[in-house]
């Protein structure tokens, strides 16, 4: 099962899990990312932070220890 972070540029992913505790996994759903929805990963800054991603047709940046709770098949 690979993260989020490791998804290249212009690919889109399926939420399957995402780990994390309490209130990091709140903010994460609250941006949107829920099981089952589609994630195109639009732009990885050089260093790898953030990732830019577009989900439910608004665009996220994603800090690299947040995408590596979202687990994408």
Sequence with gaps: MKTLREVPCNQTVKVVKLTGE?????????????????????????LGDPVEITVRGYELSVRKADAEMIQVE
């Design 22 to 46: 309490g209130p990091v996994k709140r903010r994460i759903m609250d941006m949107g990312i829920t099981k089952g929805v589609e994630v195109f990963v639009r732009k990885v800054a050089p």
